[in-house]
């Protein structure tokens, strides 16, 4: 049924563009056309050069990065990294354990010795402090823990954890266990088993994101021209983060979501621009004439939709953790270099194959059209029946988001590192012969004269089972520091009143620190940050709709159908992660909460994703919509451009995130799945039902901007002639 005959009549457009005319990217797509020579050799040298710094790529990027800037416990770590030896939370403690022998025995004491030598001939290791009796030696006397001092900065030492882990282990004999722990060793392990499954996750999912693209783009051409952007995109994008670490440290993590972005990214954008070049080049027959055309309509939607995500991605930037800052940085220069390559690489590829971009298409394939007559068919139906089908949509949406009240959040536990680990067999070692807060002992800097008042209170504060004598410094720096064992497992969330009861009741000049406060430190920075950042990226979002589609009300409800399909995901994280729906089937042990970097860092890249398929259907809208007047048309002819490749672009990303759901770890499978159910529910019950809906029931409304907004924004056409 046309959209004509259901109440939408039509009109003209306003303010026509000339025939033939182009904006600025039409302009650059021509240029690229006419030299794709020079395109091609500027990005083989931009490669080339960037692409030679890649390979350094693991052992330049950092480990370390989890504390929060500023914060008591990191001022804690580096008093007692100056004044007390290396001692602090980035020492790296030895467990050298017996069941047949004493600690004393010559069994034992050879071992020990044997890993002083290791931990001595390391330059990352300021000193090494020997078992002391009623401090590091277990009562029954069989355990003792070798403390090796940080000499290094947190990222160096998580690097030394991880050269001497393995070595330490070989230290082992047949009566006597060896095992390096504490948080460096800790986040070495931690970073290794992720990252391992999430490139295992990330093969897995090739077979089947090419299987995808073969399928979305109809030739085998055109669906190797993704992988082109993500390559040259990847390479650029992984290069220049390592020449960034030379400046400022960058987690290792951004590696690999720079690969996931730019993976991403590449078909969603290749998607969007083949099938516009595909269409122009059948009805003009010019190449250079249908990369102008493809860039002046689809490339300021691939733009915009780039500049969306780096803008959501920015306001992570706000969190003052260095790891998951530098997270946002990967994925923002893989988003950069991506859309550099579609923007310019692209249009002269394109303008190159002509009309070999559909060699070896598949049988019955169309090529010389951008429209899909199935999703404007569905368009329509939706305009008939809008209630029908937006009251399903939003009720199941509004039930999944429901439970994201109850949503509770913390940092990892130790449970998320393998238990063949040397970091977790430490810590059990540890938790079995000292007591169960024993791997999360805090250390408490504070002023000589105030050490024996410390001590005291330490002593009679609940939750603290131990206290040992306070150690002033030997460089005579005035400052003492006293270590307390909790009580409770430092995962235990009971750990936090323990915590704040110190802050409020030792003396003010008092320090409060440790590894575990270190984690605590960093929730509550996530946590105090989080309704800063998901505001800025909400008004941000806005404003670039707002200045794209030139009318407040479908900027506002592109916003607030994001937010909705955000809210969904994160139910359905606290249903599975929370509350251990599913957790047999996907095999893990639900921790009781979400990681506690969830709801700052997943919710920006759920909403930069949602914002590009977004951008990707209102632009079209828009289009239609300029050139018929007619809201009924601008809906349809959305859904019929661009419904197939927000269809074909969420069927990848989906299929590439669930693919994580099957690490073992559970840090990738929260994210692949939040994320994987996050695009589910915005591609399919967002963008293809209530946002046409919302369209079909706003009608001309939604397109209204008045007199003096126009006045004030820049004039913006998705409308090419």
Do not use: C
């Not at 960058?250 to 516009?276: C, E, K, N, P, T």
């Amino acid at each position: 049924m046309s959209t004509t005959t259901t109440g939408a009549p039509g009109r003209k457009a306003e303010d026509p563009s000339p025939p033939g005319s182009a904006g600025p990217l039409g302009r650059l797509g021509a240029w690229t056309a006419g030299h794709f020579k020079q395109v091609l050799i500027g990005w083989l040298v931009v490669v080339a050069v960037l692409g030679a710094f890649a390979p350094q790529v693991t052992s330049a990027l950092s480990g370390a990065g989890w504390q929060s800037n500023g914060s008591e416990s990191v001022k804690v770590r580096e008093v007692a990294e100056k004044h007390f030896g290396g001692t602090g939370s980035s020492a790296i403690q030895v467990v050298v354990s017996s069941h047949s022998h004493q600690v004393g025995e010559p069994a034992v004491q050879r071992v020990i010795a044997e890993v002083t030598k290791e931990l001595m001939a390391d330059d990352r290791i300021s000193e090494v402090v020997a078992p002391q009796p009623g401090a590091s030696i277990s009562r029954d006397g069989r355990t003792a823990v070798v403390l090796g001092g940080a000499a290094a900065d947190p990222d160096d030492m998580v690097r030394a954890a991880e050269d001497l882990k393995e070595p330490l282990r070989e230290l082992s004999t047949d009566d006597v266990t060896v095992r390096a722990t504490g948080s460096s060793v800790m986040w070495s392990d931690f970073n290794t088993a992720n990252l391992e499954a999430m490139i295992h996750a990330e093969i897995l999912s090739w077979p089947v994101t090419l299987a995808v693209l073969v399928v979305a783009f109809g030739s085998l051409v055109a669906a190797g021209l993704p992988l082109l952007l993500t390559m040259a995109g990847l390479a650029a994008s992984v290069g220049s983060l390592v020449l960034i670490s030379h400046v400022t440290p960058i987690s290792i993590w951004a590696m690999d979501f720079a690969l996931m972005f730019a993976l991403a990214l590449g078909i969603d954008y290749a998607l969007f621009l083949v099938i516009r070049f595909r269409a122009a080049l059948a009805h003009s027959g010019d190449r250079r004439r249908a990369v102008e055309e493809t860039m002046d309509t689809a490339g300021k939607a691939v733009l915009l939709s780039g500049l969306t995500v780096l803008v959501s991605l920015s306001a992570v930037m706000l969190v003052p953790a260095p790891a998951v800052r530098t997270m946002a940085v990967g994925i923002m220069l893989s988003v950069v270099f991506v859309l550099a390559a579609t923007l310019t690489l692209l249009p002269a590829v394109l303008a190159k194959l002509g009309s070999n971009v559909n060699k070896w298409a598949l049988p019955r394939t169309r090529t010389d059209r951008t429209e899909s007559p199935r999703f404007g068919a569905w368009g329509e139906r939706l305009w008939r029946q809008p209630l029908r089908f937006g009251a399903l949509a939003l009720a199941v949406l509004i039930a999944l988001a429901v439970p994201v009240f109850g949503l509770k959040t913390a940092m990892p536990s130790i449970k998320v590192v393998p238990e063949n680990d040397s970091s977790r067999q430490g810590y059990a070692l540890v938790q079995e012969t000292f007591g169960k807060g024993a791997p999360g002992m805090l250390q408490i800097v504070v002023p000589d004269a105030r050490s024996a008042a410390t001590v005291e209170a330490l002593a009679s504060t609940d939750g603290i089972a131990g206290v040992l004598p306070a150690q002033q410094a030997a460089d005579g720096s005035g400052w003492s520091l006293v270590q307390a064992m909790p009580s409770v497992d430092p995962s235990d969330p009971s750990l936090t009143k323990t915590v704040h009861t110190l802050r409020a009741e030792l003396p003010d000049d008092a320090l409060v620190g440790g590894a575990a406060l270190e984690n605590l430190d960093l929730k509550q920075a996530l946590d105090d940050k989080a309704p800063l950042v998901i505001g800025v990226i909400l008004v941000l979002g806005f404003l670039l709709l707002l200045v794209a589609l030139q009318a407040p009300l479908v900027a506002a409800i592109g916003v607030l159908t994001n937010l909705l399909a955000t809210a969904a995901a994160f139910g359905v994280a606290r249903l599975i992660f929370q509350d251990g729906h599913l957790s047999d089937l996907l095999g893990f042990e639900p921790q009781g909460f979400l990681d506690g970097w969830g709801p700052v860092f997943f919710f920006a890249m759920i909403f930069a994703i949602a914002m590009d398929y977004t951008v990707f259907l209102l632009s079209s809208a828009k289009e239609n919509y300029e050139r018929t007047g007619d809201p009924g048309q601008a809906v349809v002819g959305a859904l019929a451009q661009s419904g197939r490749v927000v269809f074909a672009a969420a069927a990848v990303m989906v299929a590439v995130f669930f693919t994580f759901a099957l690490a073992d770890p559970l840090p990738p499978k929260e994210m692949g799945i939040v994320l994987g159910v996050a695009v589910l529910l915005d591609a399919f019950l967002i963008r293809l039902v209530l946002l046409p809906v919302l369209l079909r029931l706003t009608g001309r409304a939604a397109w209204w901007s008045p007199a003096w907004l126009r006045r004030v924004l820049p004039k913006i056409r998705f409308s090419h002639g």
